[in-house]
């Protein structure tokens, strides 16, 4: 039965985010040839989320030309991929740590189900996909409202032994040195080089009150603002930094950056090539960096390849 499922051709995929279930018919070739979404109700508990993804599910179903495979979860939290359970998550979702995804939308829905990490299941859909497709190891960082990443090898997702693999920005930055990160922690990159963060500092640096987010200040960097210039390069620089530091570690053959900063622009980018320059050792330092090309997708379609087999 478990290699009728792989062999399949389309596989219904959710993206279960902190404020929408986004859902799609997904083909093996990725191709997505239906979507629905609906509001995650975040608030209401474990039982509340996995009735509103069965919701999703049924809406697509009429849109699928066989029987799907099964049903691919891109998900919130710590997600354990053999189990498909919930090994931990935060408040953003009541109640969510502990739910066994597999067990209760199987029982809703009547499909087989496997489910990694939201971050996780982009990395699989740029690797398989998008931007690292053809690549043996490959390294996402995903660079928005905080910092995560996957990494892939011999095409493999890589989750780690309590599958917390990713969390790249929790590792230790000199340019974060007293600030706090958002797992409580000091001196994480997160707390300087995800959006908000980008945000918070040029604010520190006594830029103007009225400009209220990231995007923003981006606009006003480009623009010749000097304070704006510094806030964005910085974020930048020490996102380069943590790279070029996972890649001295990992080796990756190719490094993918998603996530809203990606399109941040030229000084960003320049900010993130010179933090790796200098950060990565010589043998990794030509290593390429390059934008993801799936955007939103990446999670859904690699969501939907948890069903289909590797070459």
């Not at 087989?112 to 996780?120: F, I, M, P």
């Not at 090898?153 to 600030?179: C, E, N, P, R, W």
């Not at 640096?205 to 010749?224: I, S, W, Y």
């Amino acid at each position: 039965m478990q290699e009728q499922l792989a062999g399949a051709g389309e596989v219904l995929a959710l993206d279960l985010g902190g404020t929408k279930i986004a859902g799609a018919v997904v083909r093996r070739d990725g191709t997505i040839t239906a979507r629905s979404q609906a509001p995650t109700p975040a608030r209401e508990g474990s039982a509340a989320i996995i009735a509103a993804m069965a919701g999703v599910v049924q809406q697509l179903r009429g849109a699928c030309s066989a029987q799907p495979a099964g049903l691919g979860i891109g998900a919130a939290g710590v997600i354990d991929p053999e189990t498909a359970k919930v090994v931990s998550a935060t408040d953003t979702l009541a109640g969510w740590a502990g739910t066994d995804m597999a067990a209760e939308l199987g029982r809703l829905t009547g499909l087989a189900v496997r489910a990694v990490n939201d971050v996780h299941a982009h990395g699989l859909g740029e690797a398989r996909f998008g931007a690292g497709r053809g690549t043996g190891q490959m390294m996402l960082l995903a660079i928005g409202t905080g910092i995560g990443g996957a990494y892939l090898h011999g095409g493999q997702l890589v989750t780690g032994f309590h599958h917390v693999a990713g969390h790249m920005g929790h590792i230790d930055s000199a340019y974060a040195t007293g600030l706090e990160c958002s797992c409580g922690r000091t001196g994480h990159v997160e707390a300087i080089a995800a959006g908000p963060a980008i945000h918070r500092h040029y604010q520190r640096l006594a830029g103007n009150p009225k400009v209220r987010d990231t995007q923003a200040v981006t606009a006003l960097a480009e623009a010749g603002d000097a304070l704006a210039y510094r806030a964005v390069h910085t974020g930048g620089l020490a996102a380069g930094a943590a790279a070029g530091s996972l890649a001295n570690v990992l080796d990756p053959q190719k490094i993918v950056i998603a996530g809203g900063m990606a399109g941040a622009g030229k000084i960003w980018w320049e900010g993130l090539r010179e933090g790796f320059a200098a950060s990565a050792i010589d043998l990794v330092r030509g290593t390429a960096l390059e934008p993801a090309r799936l955007g939103t997708d990446a999670a859904l379609i690699g969501a939907a390849s948890l069903f289909w087999p590797q070459d």
